[in-house]
């Protein structure tokens, strides 16, 4: 599988405190142009941890302190001077539970781009709210109810509601934390399709906590425990000879 | 023997029978080998014990409840036929025979047959008393006496206990039900009898509000021009006029009160601050009424006439704001818990779309809480509008139909207060009107506080 070899960002010995607790323990990572990403790893390995470092999300988390190096597009994005807000509008982020706002399907969509002032005329809205929904291929099931509330949809449409919702933004880089666990397989199915398309736009990080999605969407792979990252490598490579003794026994099933 | 002497003599009893049983138990446990009890000795002393003490007790309750009301109507059949015919000489009759019954002195002499009724009911209280004694002790026997005799190790004493616990149970919930409904039946019912002086037209949208006192109470004149006006509507708007005061002080600092405390404040700065807020709520209403009346209204008269406002020093503005001060707690203690219950998820949805922290809280976070927290406004609301302390000292009562905060008015709480202090016959509209104001303050509250229920279990149902 070809790899776009643009760096999008850079980790450089990153490490995560809770209070007195080393969550993450020095991890280096470059992510490319257009891949799709994929973590791996046991609960509490530290996974989710670190993908919020990548959009800072962890900066909302009371004692919790993040040190060493991030970059996208070689911008340190830790520069105190740094616009979090801005960031945050060019990392979206996709979470583990769908959570759409108890607002109308179109408020969800339409809430980024009227904070970040994206469209100026209400035809301008509706065109993001539009091919914000087709991208997230949602469009069709929900164009004729878009006044009505977001949280009357199916798990599966929520998330996808909430992956519209991240794309109005038009971010660079999309976070995806294990954007399935909470709905049903032919769901999941669907969700994933829409990433393989996704990645046309988008750059996609994204944890899971199954080790057949992340063979079937990623291009690369990256393997967690206890707080360090054990491999990192193309995905049909990891998933048939890993170099590690430890990946090998978390993918075969042996813990985990 | 008092009915003080009466219950720590059922408690002592009580006690009584419960070692009994749990001696029993204990023998009949040592005797049987083969079988084992099947509750625990002190079950069966509890069972023993509510046996001989709980049909006592209900005798008791009952004769207590019967007894004056049947000694009444053969009292009533001793009396001359033209006192039972007139009922107001039949009350007068009544009052003092008991008076005298009791050793109480009466206004006057008392006539032959009013002493020897008097005679007549003491002594048939005293045959009533000794009756009720009897009974219970008889029953208090057979009771002991079953329940000595019904313990044997197939009884299942554990099981019927639980069953007594839960009748128990739910005799102590029925009665603050019928409480509720006693309360309201009965100011129906007077409230019935104010109608039948005043009709329901002039009350709920009569403009003027003068009671005249009349001592006649209910005489010739009073069913004319004497009786005064009874509309109401002058205090409906002085209680919504201070209410409304109260809330715009109430619900922009309750709310950000609660907005810091929920999405701000370390949780030891919440931990320490919540309680301090929520003492507000602690301080006795007389309190913030001196309060009002001797700090805050010349305060606020002062600054009125330093910006060229005719303020006076007891007035609406004053009761309503220092009344808004008491709500505070309310509000900002409801708001924050429910802003507390929004989901985490949906802050970090916002976040991660790069909302900063208040419009976070503005967009999403308050929207969200919002039909909680207007419950908690509504609950408010009926607590300023059932106010009463604050009102009466710091309104200035004067019931004058004004929306014009900076004048003195008075509300349906204040008028129920002087319509009932003082000198007053109860058969009079003037004390009767009372209970209308009192039923229609009731129904304004009832109606709040359902509307606010209501919204805020459809809220709990929304994230549960």
């Not at chain 2, 927290?373 to 300023?384: D, F, K, N």
Request: some cysteine.
């Amino acid at each position: 599988m070809k790899t776009n070899s643009t760096l999008k960002m850079k980790a450089e010995n990153v490490r995560v405190f809770y209070g007195a607790n080393e969550a993450i323990k020095g991890i280096d990572m470059n992510v490319y142009q257009n891949e799709v990403l994929a973590f791996i790893g046991p609960s509490g390995c530290g996974k989710s941890t670190f993908l919020r470092c990548l959009n800072r999300m962890n900066d909302t988390i009371d004692q919790c302190r993040v040190t060493g190096l991030i970059e996208l597009d070689g911008q340190d994005m830790y520069d105190p001077r740094l616009d979090v807000v801005q960031l945050r509008a060019q990392i979206g982020m996709v979470f583990q539970k769908p959570n759409p706002f108890p607002k109308s399907i179109y408020d969800n969509i339409a809430y980024g781009p009227k904070l970040h002032g994206l469209a100026s005329k209400k035809s301008e809205l509706d065109d993001i709210v539009e091919s914000s929904l087709q991208k997230a291929g949602l469009w069709k099931e929900v164009k004729d109810r878009l006044d009505q509330p977001g949280t009357g949809l199916s798990g599966g449409q929520q998330q996808r509601l909430c992956i519209a919702r991240t794309i109005a933004v038009s971010p660079e880089v999309i976070l995806m934390d294990e954007p399935c666990s909470a709905l049903d397989p032919i769901a999941t199915s669907i969700i994933e399709e829409l990433i393989d398309e996704l990645k046309a736009n988008y750059t996609i990080v994204m944890v899971t906590h199954n080790m057949q999605q992340a063979a079937r969407v990623s291009d690369r792979t990256a393997f967690f425990h206890m707080g360090e990252m054990i491999e990192i490598g193309s995905t049909t490579e990891m998933f048939t000879k890993p170099n590690n003794k430890r990946t090998e026994d978390y993918i075969t099933g042996r813990y985990g | 023997m008092s009915n003080l002497t009466l219950m720590i003599v059922l408690l002592a009893v009580l006690a009584i029978t419960y070692q009994l049983g749990l001696v029993r138990t204990r023998q009949i446990a040592g005797h049987n080998a083969t079988l084992r009890m099947h509750s625990r000795p002190h079950h069966y002393g509890v069972m023993v014990g509510l046996w001989t003490v709980l049909p006592a007790f209900f005798i008791f309750i009952i004769w207590s409840w019967s007894a004056p009301w049947a000694l009444n109507q053969l009292l009533i059949a001793q009396l001359p036929e033209h006192i039972v015919n007139d009922p107001q000489e039949l009350r007068v009759a009544i009052r003092r025979i008991s008076n005298l019954a009791a050793n109480f002195g009466i206004v006057s002499e008392a006539a032959t047959w009013e002493i020897q009724a008097a005679t007549f009911l003491s002594d048939a209280r005293q045959l009533s008393q000794t009756l009720m004694l009897a009974l219970m002790t008889t029953v208090a026997a057979a009771g002991a006496l079953y329940g000595y005799r019904s313990i044997s190790p197939l009884y299942r004493a554990r099981n019927h206990i639980e069953k007594i616990l839960q009748i128990v149970l739910v005799i102590c919930s029925s009665i603050a039900v019928l409480t509720t409904l006693g309360i309201v039946l009965s100011m129906v019912g007077e409230s019935l009898r104010f109608f039948s002086f005043v009709s329901p037209m002039d009350f709920f949208f009569g403009t003027t509000w003068n009671p005249r006192f009349s001592t006649a109470g209910v005489g010739e004149g009073s069913l004319t021009g004497d009786q005064g006006s009874f509309g109401m509507l002058p205090l409906l708007a002085g209680t919504f006029l201070i209410a409304l005061v109260a809330m715009s002080v109430a619900i922009p600092l309750g709310l950000l009160a609660a907005i810091y405390l929920a999405e701000y404040a370390s949780p030891k700065m919440r931990a320490t601050a919540k309680p301090i807020i929520e003492m507000l709520a602690g301080i006795p209403t007389i309190v913030y009424g001196f309060f009002a009346l001797v700090t805050v209204g010349p305060f606020l008269s002062m600054l009125g006439a330093h910006i060229g406002l005719d303020i006076r020093a007891t007035s609406a503005l004053t009761a309503g704001v220092v009344m808004g001060i008491m709500i505070i707690p309310f509000i900002s203690s409801l708001s924050d818990d429910i802003i507390t219950q929004v989901p985490k998820s949906l802050r970090d949805g916002s976040l991660g779309l790069g909302a900063t922290k208040s419009e976070t809280i503005r967009k999403v976070v308050l929207p969200a809480a919002l039909p909680g927290i207007v419950g908690a406004i509504l609950l408010g609301a009926s607590r300023a509008i059932g106010e009463t302390m604050i009102v009466v000292l710091a309104a200035g009562n004067s019931p004058s139909l004004t929306a014009n905060p900076f004048e003195a008015v008075s509300t349906i709480t204040v008028t129920i207060v002087n319509q009932l202090t003082g000198d007053n016959d109860f058969a009079s509209p003037q004390s009767l009107v009372a209970f209308a104001l009192g039923l229609t303050l009731f129904a304004i509250t009832l109606i709040l506080n359902v509307i606010a229920l209501v919204i805020v279990r459809k809220y709990r149902e929304q994230y549960e």
